[in-house]
């Protein structure tokens, strides 16, 4: 059995390019989440996907997208990126229902410098 | 506004002591969960606990313990015999289960063990 991956390890761009990170989920495991760990910070959780479809957001702006495909692996795209996207970014997947509070289990992260 | 609170950035247990780690939250909601998650230097973060908030007994797992305290809305993680390999930060977070899915970590505490 396979854990949570992530590519790249480490990614850097410019203010206001375009990026997609991607997350390769356990096997079995249905559901994604995606978090934003800034420097000495928590995590901050941008969004969960089930069954391809978001099924719970936090506090980021649209320029933060993401898919889920048949196979539940997932990519979060960032649009116009800016200085504070600076961060570490987590992948979370988990098996059943999403909410019912199931172990995620975490990728080792895509750190992310903005320039 | 939902939040959760860990109010000390740093703390420090002797090998084979007992430290305890506080979490306080806030919440409008009768149905959630909250978790205690581990992330080792330079490792990925991995789930120590996790308490179901309709469930008055409080979780353990091996060495790590919770004190759930709805009412006051606190959850404390006790690491007793603590061992070298407990050093990382550890974060407090809580699951909305009700609606669209929402995940809030702390802050983070860093443990520090010291032989």
Redesign the interface.
Known sequence: ET??TQSPTHLIKTRGQQVTLRCSSQSGHNTV?W?QQALG?????IF?YYREEE????NFPPRFSGLQFPNYSSELNVNALELDDSALY?C?SSSGL????E??Y????TRLLVL | AQTVTQSQPEMSVQEAETVTLSCTYDTSESDYYLFWYKQPPSRQMILVIRQEAYKQQNATENRFSVNFQKAAKSFSLKISDSQLGDAAMYFCAYLISSGTYKYIFGTGTRLKVLA
Do not use: M
């Open positions: 854990g949570v989440s978090y910070q928590g995590p901050q959780f969960q099924n719970g957001r936090g987590l979370a999403a909410g019912a509070g172990t995620q975490f990728g080792p992260g």
